[in-house]
Each structure stands twice: as C-alpha cells, then as structure tokens.
C-alpha cells in the first residue's frame, strides 16, 4: 500500500485548468499513431460467433454497399469529443466531483440516446475510432481508482452499482453504444491490494487502464526527475498485473502540468521508460478532433461530470452536452469510413498536416 504518502485531503483533480487552454501545434500525431498502434488491437474479444445463425436467405453483400455521404450523416470529423471525467460514486454526494449512481446511469442513457458511442482515451487520441456513421465519439474517463468505479464480486462479474457494472448494464440496452472507458490508477487501484485481478479483468473486456502516477504525484510541483519517478513508477505498478502491455495515456493529478511539460508525454526512471498517446488535463470543455490542427497530445481538455446546475456547472457535462447538440455541425460526427476524414467545408475546420491527404471536405 503506497496511500500514505499521497496529498492529504480528497485527491479530487480540482481545477488547475478551469479554463480552457490553448493548444500548442499538434506535430507528434504520425509518430504516435505508430507508437500507440498495440494498445489499440486490445479491443473485445469477437463474441457469440458460435451462436450467430447460418442463413442461406441472406446473401453476404458487405462489400458491394457504398460508402455513407458523408453530408447526408453530417459528418464532420474534424469537430469536437466530450471527454468526460468522473471521480466517485456515492449515493450522497460531498463534492462537485462525486456523482450519485443514479445521475451516471441517466448521463449514459442520454449519450446512448444522443447517438454517441464511447471510445478509449487511446483510441480517440490515434484516431482510431470505430465509430458507425452519423454517431459521435464519447471518451469516457475515470481517475483515482476508486472502488465505486469497478469491484468484481465472488462470482467473477463488476459488481453491482459500480460505473462499470452500470456502463455493462445500459451498452446491453443499447446496442453499439460500447461499454469501453478510461480508467486512470494510482497504488492499489479499486481498493485491491495490487490490481493482479482487476486490471487484466479490464483490459480483457476492451477497458483502457491508464497512468494516473503511483502516488498521485502533483507533477507541477515535483522536478524532472521527480515527474518522471511518478510517472514511471505508476506504469510499473499497473504492468506488474498487466505485463507486455502499453500503458499510452496518462491523466494528470489535479490537472497539475509539469513544468517541462512533454515529461508527462515521453521520459523514464528507475529504468523505465514511458510514453503516452496523449496527457488528459481537468478541464474544461470538449477536446478537438484528433484530427484537427488544435489536437494537442500534451493537454487533451476534460469535462466534469455534473448536472446542469451548481459550481461551475457552465463547464460541466449537462451544459457542455446541451451546447453540442444545440450546435451539431460543429460536433465531431462519424462518415463511417475509418480511412476518410469528412468535414463540411462551411465550418472552417483545419486539419492536421499529418492528416491532410485523408482530408475530404464537402
Ligand atoms: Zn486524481
């Protein structure tokens, strides 16, 4: 157990970003793209092909099917991904940061209903998003590892009333909405004594562990070598009960960015080296396209979960969700083709110089 000596108080990432900020030329996406490729081919296993029936009524005609019009889904796959955040679920809230199990549940439904479909932090930061046509990429985030976000029970299965319990619960009632998220660990992850259970119990169900320091380390205040430590350290824990895989994101405790900031992206101590398709921020407000010239893999923005009114509620999810569907075209949505990337010349969005020769505007 590392927990005595993280910061005293709630380990809540409060808002050292509480304003969006601006993003530095995204130049690394090709070289990260390749870097990050392993971690992305850990999605879900294939499931029910035993069962699928054989039918001779239906012809196999996948390949013959034209590709979507990009303008009659209204793709534009240079707008804008929610990235939420989440921290605790309690059924009595203490914090903005807490949300009660009942609030998560209806936030879910409302993504489900709303046509998003969540992705990875990694998957949405290398561009590799299998997102069908006219749907929009949701990356859903959870820090701290704490026990009401994943518990398995005596029977092997998330235990009831945990996000991930309750994420399988609403992707089972919507299909293709996949219950995938981001979950962001420090020492003793989910209340385990190491994490040798539950995090391969993730990665095999297509969840993404990522690095949220060992101690959750204020990484503004600590130097080079001690950001690297931290940062190391907390890769190391999490590949004790995951070895030969990539750890590729890293959230950032209390949104604190190190002074040398692209330590938080690439570096190494104790022997280990780390490095990360993108670095999450706290805050707030939706993150650009990963396609986008504003895509910025040191400093991903994140919006807090919370309802549509209270602290800040302006740069929470209730408020944020509402601006994106009172605003469609500027929201990234899906032409259903991975290789293509479609945007509605009207809107003005840039691509990246990496991107361009994908890059069809209509
Ligand atoms: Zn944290």
């Known amino acids: 157990m590392h927990r005595g000596v993280r910061a005293p108080g709630p380990r809540h990432d409060r808002g050292v970003n509480s304003a969006p900020t601006p993003s530095r030329p995204a130049a690394l996406v090709l070289a990260l793209v390749a870097a990050a490729c392993a971690a992305c081919s850990s999605g879900r296993a294939p499931v029910d092909q035993v069962a699928a029936p054989v039918s001779s009524a239906r012809p196999a005609a996948a390949s013959s099917v034209e590709p979507p019009d990009p303008a009659e889904v209204g793709a534009n796959e240079l707008g804008l991904v929610p990235v939420l955040m989440y921290h605790r679920l309690v059924e009595r809230p203490v914090s903005v940061y807490d949300r009660t199990p009942a609030a998560f549940r209806a936030e879910l439904e409302r993504l489900a209903a709303e046509n998003y479909v969540p992705v990875t932090a990694t998957e949405y930061a290398t561009g590799r998003m299998d997102v069908p046509a006219g749907r929009h990429p949701v990356v859903l985030t959870?820090?701290?590892?704490?026990?009401?976000?994943?518990?398995?029970?005596?029977?092997?299965?998330?235990?009831?009333?945990?996000?991930?319990?309750?994420?399988?619960?609403?992707?089972?009632?919507?299909?293709?909405?996949?219950?995938?998220?981001?979950?962001?660990?420090?020492?003793?992850?989910?209340?385990?004594?190491?994490?040798?259970?539950?995090?391969p119990w993730l990665r095999e169900h297509g969840f993404e562990v990522g690095n949220h320091t060992l101690d959750h380390t204020n990484l503004a205040a600590a130097g080079d070598a001690g950001v690297q430590e931290a940062i190391a350290r907390g890769q190391r824990e999490i590949q004790r009960a995951l070895p030969d895989q990539p750890v590729t994101s890293l959230a950032l405790p209390f949104g604190a960015v190190p002074a040398n900031a692209e330590l938080a992206r690439r570096g190494a101590a104790d022997g280990i080296a780390y490095e990360h398709a993108c670095v999450l921020l706290v805050g707030a407000g939706p993150a650009p396209s990963p396609y986008s010239a504003d895509f910025d893999p040191l400093a991903v923005p994140r919006i807090r979960s919370q309802d549509a009114t209270g602290q800040e509620a302006a740069f929470g999810s209730s408020a944020w969700l509402d601006k994106l569907a009172a605003d469609p075209a500027g929201r990234y949505t899906s032409d259903g083709v991975p290789e293509r990337i479609s945007h509605p010349a009207a809107r003005g969005g840039v691509a990246a110089p990496a991107f361009a020769d994908r890059v069809t505007a209509y």
Do not use: K
């Not at 009333?161 to 919507?174: D, K, P, Q, S, Y």
């Not at 998220?181 to 004594?193: E, K, M």
């Open 142 to 199: 959870f820090d701290d590892g704490d026990p009401t976000q994943f518990a398995l029970g005596p029977d092997g299965v998330p235990a009831p009333g945990t996000a991930v319990a309750i994420l399988l619960e609403v992707a089972a009632r919507h299909p293709g909405f996949r219950p995938v998220a981001s979950l962001y660990v420090n020492a003793a992850p989910f209340g385990s004594a190491d994490g040798s259970v539950v995090l």
